[in-house]
């Protein structure tokens, strides 16, 4: 997962296996909102591979991986900020 | 329409068992993600940027009004109240949830319809022309052809792992409106000595390596159909690279081989084949022809009624085309309408069209390559009534085949694969061209968009093409021009630097402003200028003097 990782801080997200959910890691488990994710300092990404790699296995989430934030905390590249608020069109 | 025979019904039953029994054992954690996804895939289920997205075959483009019904119902229960029909003429659900999926798969099975051949590297759902069956110029119906193919493709057990994905197209006249030439085989039926045949082309295809179809057979006498197609899938399997996924599909290895060779060893495994069981007899071919039958349309005088709404006028004018029978029409649903994203319908639309077409139109729907809707046998004089139903649930927007009739990919929207968004760009150009009058002074174009270099979008053959890219983080949009999708082929040229979507439009605007200052008369359109001129005019003309807006 840390393969091209670039930055410094990220969030740790996810979808969830039953129902395919945007999820992020926080203090509570995950949840689906991004607001209380834990900002996840690059030194410490270990750690959360291995969080993530027992949440897979106990199937309760998949398709792991680390969102970059920029330097105001924000989510940094399109692709996550749209994963993350939803979809930009109308239906 | 086609019927599932008990042997269909058996396979599709025991695969939807099959499915709720692997969905299980992966909630239980007795099937790893890795074991999983191949075994998902089968089933149409990809994992895409927010959610599961299921993608359900739409075989030959042909819909039942209770198979509507029931994708309407679908979309209600399990998603979210809308579905996406594809340039492949497949319907894509975006916000299924896999502890459904088992339960929809049971309910597309009780109207004939599944999930299967949609994803993997198998042979995909056939897709044909969507005006078969009703044009006086089409030498023979290609939708029986389909389901034969069909039939022997499903669960073929050597092409289920093939290199890449295969996809065929099947049309039965010259005119193209499957977009066959981009297809891994192409398949039109022609008529040589008053014989009736296929001319077969092979290695069409788009993503990031485009290329046109080559001929491989002038003339294929029809019983030889499955046997030939079978010589070159084993040329593929057996040739055809694995050690490199851009370099997998039948494409690459006919243009490796070059097509006389390639040619050569297809030819060569079609004579070892003396597989008779594939040779197809004629009481095979007219029992399948009996299941795509017209209904029963009577010849008549019967005139479109005429009435003084312009607006009804522009639509007859553009969405309706006249059906082979005498006093009837067929008529084409766009869902291009403005602030839209092209190719998706409500669960109330397809209700509402559910109905409208068992009233108007012998229970028959038909979906286009083109994400279009058909109503495919409407009498002459309901069309006014049709009409205003229509235009009652926002599906009577007059504009097919022309500049906001775009293609269009979700891109970033929905897909992981995607480098930009490609949704947004579609609705800008509806918006910004919204003047039917404005639109037919511009006359027949076809702009297509696609969020990456894979081309669902088919961008390559749009007249106009749009690629949405990624600049440092930076939605940019690269325009090709001069493609098509239909029997004259061609891929477009790229017209240089990219573009901001802010800038997008202006540049759209000076690529119609050059088209104009060349057409030579009223009815000469974009493509035909484009191919007398060459790219260099447009090219100048739009970026001497280019005004970026931030
Ligand atoms: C889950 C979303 C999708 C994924 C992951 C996906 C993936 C791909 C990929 C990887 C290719 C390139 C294949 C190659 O070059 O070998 C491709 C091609 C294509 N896709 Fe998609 N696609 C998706 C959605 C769609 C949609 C929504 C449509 C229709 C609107 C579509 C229709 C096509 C077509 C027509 C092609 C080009 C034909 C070809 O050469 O295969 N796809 N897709
Ligand atoms: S073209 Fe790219 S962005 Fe669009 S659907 Fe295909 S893979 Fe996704």
Known sequence: MVKKLQGETFLLSANELKSGKVVFFTLKGWSSSSVEAIKIKVDEINKYEEISAKDEKKCIIISPKFVELDEEGNIKTLRDKIRNSGITIKI | MYKYSDTDKKIITSRVKQFENQVKRRLEGKLTEEEFKPLRLMNGLYLQLHAYMLRVAIPYGELSSKQLRKIAFIADKYDRGYGHFTTRQNIQFNWPKLLDVPEILRELSSVEMHAIQTSGNCIRNISSDHLAGLTLNEIEDPRPWCEIIRKWSTFHPEFSFLPRKFKIAVIGCTEDRAAMLVHDIGLRIVERKNQVGFEVFVGGGQGRTPIIAKRIRAFLPKKDILNYLEAILTTYNQEGRRDNIYKARIKILVKELGIEKFKSLVEENFSKLSNKELEID??????????????????????????????????????????????????????????????????????????????????????????????????????????NRLKIENLATSNLGLITDTICCPGMDYCALATARSIPISQKISKHFDNYLQQKEIGDLKIKISGCINACGHHHVGNIGILGLDRKGQEFYQITLGGSAKEDATIGEIVGPSFSENNLIEAIEKILNTYKKHKRNKSEDFLTVFRRIGIKEFKKDLYDNFTKKV
């Open chain 2, 282 to 387: 004629d009481k095979n071919i007219e029992e399948i022809f009996g299941f795509f039958r017209l209904p029963p349309l009577k010849s008549n005088t019967n005139q479109i009624p005429f009435k003084k709404n312009q607006e009804y006028q522009n639509w007859i004018k553009q969405n309706v085309i006249p059906h082979k029978i005498q006093g009837y029409s067929i008529v084409q649903i766009s869902l291009k309408a403005p602030k839209k994203p092209p190719g998706d319908a409500t669960s109330n639309q397809m209700i509402a069209l559910a109905e409208i077409s068992e009233k108007f139109s012998f229970s028959e729907i038909r979906v286009t390559h083109e994400q279009n809707l058909v109503l495919p046998h409407v009498s002459n004089k309901e069309l006014f009534n049709l009409w």
